[in-house]
């Protein structure tokens, strides 16, 4: 062993040594000479104020926040002075009173909440966590440091980690890579990167928050800074995970597991969750670049309709408007739009319209000439204007972070509102311009009174922008939910947007890198997504677009969308037998949207993520976190997506537990791999034993009929199984008063008797009277079905084994006895 490792003091200097290596980074003014990179000294005092304690080296402060039981925030101050708490992600910390100590030993302090200890070691400030077996799931390998940013002031912000053998890493929101990060570096910097790779990065969005899965236990960071930032997760060098900016704050949260789905929610804790989407947005949407003129959208609507093929959404891209011009409606194409969305309204199909933040600068355009009275429009450093070409031509851009420009933005849309447009597209606001690629780093933004230059503002324009839409959107539809959706983000977008994956391909590879960009968003904390069905760009084959919508079931977000330059590409477009297959699925779709709606109330009130990676369903099974294809689908239905050419079966690992087989009802035992037939009928689904299941009949579209009944589907268990149905109006903000109704089943089951409860929370009463019960997997020939004391008369015992009756949807318990 090398001694020096033995010498504390010649150890953190070794390490400094070798930290010099790994970033060096050259003067970014010179290009030559290596900046100095400072690091934080020996701990000289410590300070409280109330949750805060102020460590100081004697000129750096390090101040660690105990935000909850297992929530630590630490944030550095080169010299002393921290800047304003302010935050796009995380509205406000709530000051919850917990309980938590500051202990001084001869080595270090340590500030302890019931859960974690946050320790700061005395002789070179390393900062790391415990849980209360002192267990250290998360430390520094060297100090904080810095390192003075000459051009822009400020300085650049570096954090480095100690990396595990073992340690696995997911996160990051949309990096077109494998699940697990682990031995890669990535930046994030919106960009708009259309027909992207595998392994390309940046992409659209900036979700600077991962989870560490190491020895089977979780934790997460969050490293809350919006400038350009990077993330190394063991790729220089095997021991190390780093993540650094090229200004702000160092500032992150560490959130303590031990189990992912503890981390996601802690997450959204601090950033907020989805709202509550209006139904129909969970219904299936059809887009393309672009449906015009009016004629074609009535025929693709009515091709819906004539073939039975649910839809609820209809989309119009950037040719309804005017020159591309933002809020106009291009009149030769679109004559009386009112009448239009009225007509597709009353068929059932909700209009979404492309909107961008480009505005053509133009004198006669109302729009830019309210935003140049009002100085609306971003400007260089000097004062000259941002002027960029997008798809208007010469262009002027509003800046999103001022809260007048949103509340002006937001009442843009008061035309289409009134037109009975019911969702918003938000497109192109990583921001992109053409050529140039994005805005220079001088443009200035006001950024909330805080002030900043692109560089600090890029990453969350986007976010801002869909927020201003969100915001206006909610005001202007009354007590409706709006829908919408955005290209770009920054951590805590969920609160305003559902996104989509971007401009993919239509290829293979895309399907298996849609799946896990959609888990790994999931896991990011931006549960509502999807990605373009059948690819934007190039031709996808029947049997591609197929097993795209198959995926696309399963996806919170369903739309299919494809780039003008390609051939039609409707659910119809491939004949037989894609048309049917398509339409079953489709309609898969819409008999299980209570279940998925009941997963958004899950995910909207406590936090969970929709699509959940094996991985976070059995985070101790390491050979899981090579399983990147599979996932569940809420915590109830497992899928596995069939994601090459001419698959006729195919391996789905089951963890632990019983499993039905949707498609055949065959109980298989998990904690194995399965081989499952995958026929273009099908994909593999498995229903968890003990699970309920509510159905709705298939319709249309959302509304188009006053549900009668409403089907459950009970699996049997011999364990004691929880399962949430959530229902409510579906389209108001009623649920915020509580106006929602939240049924909890819990089933168990033994060799004789299997028994059903049911309790309820809330003040919502659904129109219909009755379940109809679907009862699958009993191992015993039932002989009695009693419900609140109350003997069943018709039971009926189907072909598939299973066994159905109705009852009325207040019961309390049922026993179903041999
Ligand atoms: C961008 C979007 C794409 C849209 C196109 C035209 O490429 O990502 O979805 O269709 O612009 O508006």
Sequence with gaps: MDENLLNPELLANKLIEEEEEFHHVNNPVTGLKPIVKKYLGSVASVEQKGNKFYFTDGEARVEVTVVTDEIIRVRLAPHGVFLEEFSYAVPKLQPKPYVFSLHESENEYR???????????????????????????????????????????????????????????????????????????????????????????PLYRTIPFYI????????????????????????????????????????????HGPHMMDVVKRYHSLTGTHPMPPLWALGYHQCRWSYYPEAKVRAVTKGFRDRKIPCDGIYLDIDYMDGYRCFTWNRKYFPDPKKLVKDLAADGFKTVVIIDPGIRVDDNYWVFKEGKEKRYFCRRCDDYFMEGHVWPGRCQFPDFTNPEVREWWGG?????????????????????????????????????????SHRKAHNVYGMQMVRATYEGLRKLMKNKRPFTITRAGYSGLQRYASVWTGDNVA?????????????????????????????????????????????????????????????????????????????????????????????????HRY????????????????????????????????????LEPGQLNRRVYLPTGTWFNYWTNEQSEGGQEVVVPTPLETIPLFIKAGAV???????????????????????????????????????????????????KFIVAGKDSILT???????????????????????????????????????????????????????????????
């Design 212 to 255: 560490s899965l190491n020895e089977g236990i979780a934790h997460g960071i969050f490293f809350d800074n919006t400038f350009k930032s990077t993330f190394d997760f063991g790729s220089e060098d095997r021991t190390r995970t780093s993540f650094w900016a090229d200004g702000g704050e160092l500032q992150y949260y560490y959130i």
């Design 507 to 603: 290829s293979w590879e895309h399907l298996r890198l849609g799946n896990i960009q959609c888990q790994r968003l999931s896991m990011s904390g931006v549960p509502f997504c999807g990605t373009d069905i059948g690819g934007f760009s190039g031709e996808p084959d029947g049997e591609l677009f197929t097993r795209w919508i198959q995926l696309g079931t399963f996806s919170p977000f369903m739309r299919a969308h494809s780039a003008g330059d390609t051939k039609e590409r409707e659910p119809w477009s491939f004949g037989e037998p894609f048309t049917a297959i398509n339409r079953k699925f489709i309609e898969l779709r819409y008999r299980l949207m209570p279940y998925l709606y009941s997963t958004f109330w899950e995910h």
């Design 693 to 743: 299941i509510p159905e709705y009949p298939v319709m249309q579209y959302v509304g188009e009929k006053e549900i009668e009944e409403v089907k459950l589907n009970v699996y049997f268990t011999e364990h004691e199984v929880n399962s949430f149905f959530f229902e409510d109006y579906g389209e108001t903000f009623a649920y915020e008063q509580d106006i929602y109704l939240e049924k």
């Design 111 to 201: 500030v302890s909440t019931n859960t974690v200890n946050c320790h700061i070691r005395k002789k070179d400030f390393f900062v790391s966590f415990s849980d209360t077996q002192n267990h250290v799931t998360n430390e520094d390998a060297v100090p904080m440091h810095w390192e003075e940013n000459v051009q822009f002031g400020g300085y650049y912000v570096f954090c480095t980690k100690s990396c595990h053998s073992e340690e696995a890493f997911y996160g990051l929101g949309d990096k077109a890579s494998d699940l697990n990060l682990r031995g890669r570096r990535f930046k994030n910097w919106n960009t708009d990167a259309y027909s992207f790779n595998w392994n390309q990065d």
């Design 607 to 642: 936090g969970f993520p929709i699509l959940r990676p094996v991985v976070m369903q059995e985070q101790n099974e390491i050979n899981n976190q090579a399983r990147q294809d599979e996932f569940t689908y809420g915590d109830k239905i497992l899928v596995c997506p069939v």
């Design 756 to 818: 059903i409860q049911q309790s309820m929370e809330g003040l919502y009463t659904p129109r219909y009277e009755n379940y109809h019960f679907n009862i699958i997997g009993l191992p015993f020939k039932a002989s009695k079905v009693i419900i609140d004391g109350k003997e069943v008369k018709e039971l009926i015992l189907n072909e598939d084994k299973t066994l159905s009756f109705k009852f009325s949807k207040n019961f309390k318990h049922i026993d179903i006895i041999k």
């Design 412 to 452: 843009l849309f008061d035309e289409l509102v009134q037109l009975g447009v019911a969702g918003v597209w938000n497109d192109m606001n990583e921001p992109a311009v053409f050529g140039a690629g994005t805005f220079p780093d001088d443009v200035r933004h006001q950024y909330d009174g805080f002030r900043g």
